[in-house]
């Protein structure tokens, strides 16, 4: 078996860095390789984790919620070289990702992701949805501005979303697409709340609960604003072996 | 003073029962006669409350949220005359209301009152309203089970809904359906939240912040499961007295 | 199919700006042109919505949620005739909003709109109601700081508000306002419950919560310190067609 | 001082029943004697805490949250004499309160609590707040049904509201009465929000948090439904000494 | 194009019951036929909608949140021939669930889903997704009673977990095994709430929020409670057509 | 009628300031001036407020929720004879509160009021009800950081405590100060929940509910950081006329 | 595997039972055996996971939140032998719990656990505590209905309380309690709030949130009414070696 | 009386110092000395009040939640000498927190305290539990970064854990760390919910009510983000006595 020969005893599947204990064994386990939470943690440690990562053998690392000031910090340590051997750095402002490493490979998954957002304002979270599912391997067809207040928006694209593996919808406010979509096609749908709006929206709980509560079958939910967590689990889906190999 | 004038002595617009104080000047303050709240009430005190305000000079009088015991009582010390003269007494169950008096009036109102509904389970909420739109003069079309998980039931009935004075959606879950019907109309949207659903719907706390959020003008909100309120927001609004006797 | 004879290919109802779906064929099926929440978009993005608004025949946009920076911006774009062909911008700060295009029409509704506040600080939120529903071509009567603490600055002004056509109610902290005035008056009320106040007024959750739990029937409740939403719910009521054209 | 006196070391202030430990110093404390709370108690915990106070010298105790049927239990250990001496037990079952011992004493306050309430489901809470400072000892004004939704009933009585030495105003759904009443006088009011409502009144939540954000001075609160804790600050007002200066 | 030919006039998509809008067309739009909720509905009410889905051609139709009583009711007018044709009627009491028409057809997805529960009383809601995904045709793994108290007892099956499709979670507590079970595959993980516990598990509450806030990337969230959706959501990953087909 | 003659057109009892509507009979009808809450008022507006509130005759006007840097902009208008007379103006920064006219008046109440806080972060909402208090005439005895972590400290003030009027007692965190002084005293205890604390303290939501639902009698609550609540309400108690038997 | 050596296979550690996999390996691992949650299964799945742990070695079992019913049923299948072999079963009705084999062990633990409670009906939940720490072997003190409204009751045990090895708090309302006990001692206190109270006590969530914010420091909470999870946690901390065996 | 003969007049247990009073009987009574909680008060009443505390007998003092700016002005008053004599003064800025005076003592507790955090971003809180832990004389183990998305983490400290005294975990999110901690092992573990995460971990709740649910027993939970009270608890528990045996 695979997993045995690569898991020897001089890899106990993790590094300790001292502030952080590194998940190299992850792309193993799961398919995907360790992502980097940069909120919380220093640019150098942001770099250092990434060059553990990228050593250890992954090919590239995905870094969510990164402001633009740690971006351009971490990218002196490692894309400008100050930090040791260059290595790329593409940082995506509006999403708040950076990718470290090469560049996404090319779309291998069974079919398209499709993003869906609800508004402008939502935008931010939906390309962090489609990033990380670029990232991880999937063709990504996006669909935006498209909320329920002027629904012939969305039923002009009925084909496009109907031919879809599976279609995440950004929405804040109450969330209202999420319903509307998944009873309009039979894919999985994901849906993402954001914190979008005022007032009585609750920075996103209303969406939650409103996504969590729909009356169309098939949605199932991730954390307000997480985008990253949405591209991840559609990717998981799209990758999924399918039938016919077997 | 002109209050003086109408507030003769013996007329204080109440009568005071010792258990309650029977507002008989409502009629004339707001245009539409006290309403008697069954909840918490007994059946002789409603009875006694109607027969008030019916011999204060008010046509007819509704009784809401009465159970059917309390209906049984109430219609025997009514409408039975075993309390004193009969009393005409027309409960309908799945609304959980009564009508004391003379039947409703013809409808007098601009134009048709629409209540629509998301699910079957949302019916008797949507009744409360449209029985009590009927109470208060008004034409009433029922659009019921049109939830958005099949939204070509909606669409269906587009010119319908295009052509109401005023629209009440009673919906439950995640309450999106007021969002889309408000995005297809011009006509106000009265959205009545209801405690249909189960688990994250939170008893009609996520319908209400979600009406409450709607991402489409021209909603506003009742309270959860206040079908009367609703009916009785939308009779004032059916009843203003337009442009025309300017 | 019918739908596809109103929506001709070259009209599809929205135009696609790459950030954004605009929706150009609101006016059309709800009566008022769409309106841009300024909130978390740019000021170029801004200008750029409201020029294809005007473009596509809307006499006039309304912009909401635009603090003063980004007003200067838009109106150096739109305006001053940096972005193109200048065009009219009136920013209202206390509001925070602004009109693009023509001024505001003539009103054309059946009657007035009251705006009545509770507070001083509630009056952004009030501002906000009233010049959406002047913007919308209403009459609009202002009634501020009239709170129930006070209660006789109110009744002073009794028969002002019975004359009313609909009346908006903005207040905050516990919001009884909404209650007294509905108590008052047949005209629909809708409430506005707003942010003001502090610790246990809950940034208007207070406000909203017993607003929507009026024991007073005809009160219906838009979002928290949502004065657009009201206006426009205000408007749409005021301007409804009345019985004459049967 | 008269307090060394009576607290002899043979008298620890308690005693130890093994399911409960009496506080049998309370009155000389606070001026008030225990009372039992009955919920969670059985009926014969609760007679032998009453006899142990009265024999430790208490000439009455109030018995509150007693349901009928425990209040039987309770009567025929104490009144009946089942359970030894027969003592006096008076039970009022709207309020769901019993006296045990001698009937209240003759009001010794220095004026007249006035009990408001703004509807008749609140009715049972009000009496327990009455009933409560007329066990101890106070002079109550009864003011029911008098909501804001007719506030010229309110109006009517505001004379004998504005002699009242304190007022106690017992409201459920949005709670407004409250701050009403605080706007029109100047003797402290203490607001019992009140369960009466359904939906958003959220079990008396509404009320709670309206009633502590008063925009009128003078307004404190006790918890949901405790007509009991209204009585008894308002007793302990009432009782005040007043100028020691005479 | 396909759909057109199937969509004759004559086919609206739906059939108006009165009490009803029976959505037709859902299997044809979503892949998965009309399923009822039986809460709120009468067990007559269930019986029609049954036979009006069956006789629109649907082979079988799922009642779910159906108690005993009203199986029995809804048994006696479907499967004893009492309201008509006899028609299959099969019961699941733990699941609360009934399948009408013919029993679940062959597995004919990818895969197999594999359903984890935590404790013995979540099984009610883990069985609920067990059968609904098998209804729908998918093979079934089930995994219970292998919460973190007792870490090895889930770490025993491993290999099981790893080979899966899709996972679906169901826990209620802290729910913290969604987050292990993530961590350890990288199939999709759907996880479900359930309102097992006391206190401060509030109803599942903690665990919803516990599980949309997984440190492990890969889960999302249906409501609580909500075994149907969770199996409806795995049925489609597991049905999704594969890279094949291209 | 009564109203009428004190009420001449002369005085109606408010002036209307364009952004306010002044209400000058407060101290009429409720024995204390109206009070001037600064927040979301800007410096001018206050000082044109107060000017109006002294000319009307009240001797001195209390502004709340002051900044140290409106309130230097407020002086200028007022003390400093920049926007007209010159008027005492005396600000408190840890309380902030400024005291616009004469200074607070001789003490007039019955006894004195006590002020108790727990720690030493509550003690600006502490100095916000004392000098509050001290404005209306009250003499004040301040207790603070004594909080129940270490009980002894309160002990040792036992007298103090037991011969004051009327205790106010500031908290936040979990607020056990408020029942154990109520415990202890027979006055009535005004309790101020305080949004000191981190974490579960939930910004003064946790003492504000324990205070709510204190096990000890005699203790009702006014808002989270609501020391001029108290303070007011205080002042009510401590100047009531005592008994009229005299 | 190291594992593996000390799980042979004919020891996983767990017994499957279909409905529940059954954790033998628990006592190994915590040093104290499985313990059964009653709530949610039925007497037989009681009975027979009791079986199942006492017959692998456990030499008693704790059955918590059972009620007479169940109690009854499952002592017919365990000590009454109608299911097997006899074994004994004593039901403790107040605390809701059976302990099934042999009776609890003599103590052996370090010291005495205290019990405090604040309320005689805080009882119920500090028997399930004290029972359940005897079960596990350690001596108990009990010290009930002490709460901080009479707080002499409490002083009056300082000594006791200051000698105990560990102090579990039992308080409903605002849990007060534990702040006090918390500040009396130096050894830990382990706070249970309870459900007891009613109102704003809101089932236990204001004790919980206010002892989680205690201004003693060390304090620790378990969830709410979970008297068992206090006395386990005792105990495990009164049976810790202690520094002798170094 | 007892008490009397312990506290001297000259010893009152406490010194007053204006704006505090200071605890200074506190190690007597619990075995560890007052600790000041920085937030909220100025860096010179800190001062102050360190110096308080040293001068009155206590060797050194802790001083938790101090921001930088703080601590360097405290440090110039205490340790520079400008404020006095010299004092020692070690702050750590990633727990937030310093001690003043003598360095933490020698290791004098029953065994070693493990301090295990989820993530790199719980490190703060980490810091504070075990530099509070270690301020009190007990030798610390931390276990950083080991959360259950990657378990083999946590797994592979499998005896380091199993043999320590008491365990700490630190944990944001979804707090699952908490539960399978306490399920490997048997001795107390005390959970620190952190405010780590973002959208749905709610500041923190969504980990102290997980932590609060956890389904293995031997878990009790303090504040949020409260690391020091974590460290105070289980010093506590490694300091008491052991066995009376002796």
Redesign the interface.
Known sequence: MERAERHEPED???VELG???V?T??AR????GE?V?G???TAS?IAEICRTLLESGQPRVLVT?LDPEKAEAASALLEDGAGGAPMPFAYHERAGLAIVGEPPAEPN???VVCVVS????D?GVAEEAALTAEFLGNEVARL??????????LL?HEDRLASC??AIVVAG????LA??V???????V?AV?T????????E???????????????????????G???G??AS??NH??????H
Chains 1, 2, 3, 4, 5, 6, 7, 8 share one sequence.
Not at 144 to 153: C, L
Not at 182 to 188: E, Y
Not at 195 to 202: L, T
Request: hydrophobic share 45%; with cysteine; aromatic share 8%.
């Open positions: 106990a599947g993790f502030f952080a204990t998940d064994d992850r386990r799961t398919g995907a992502v939470f909120a919380g943690k440690e919620r998954g069974n079919g609800a508004g402008t304002s935008e935006y501005d498209v909320g329920v207040a002027g629904i012939h928006r002009a593996q599976v406010m109450e969330g209202a319903s509307v998944a009873g309009l096609i039979g894919a999985p994901i709340p914190s979008v709006g005022y007032g009585s929206a609750f996103g709980i209303t969406a939650l609960l409103a996504m969590m509560s729909s009356c169309a079958s098939g949605v199932s939910v991730v954390g307000i604003d997480n990253f967590g949405a991840y689990q998981a889906i999924l072996p399918g039938k016919a190999r």
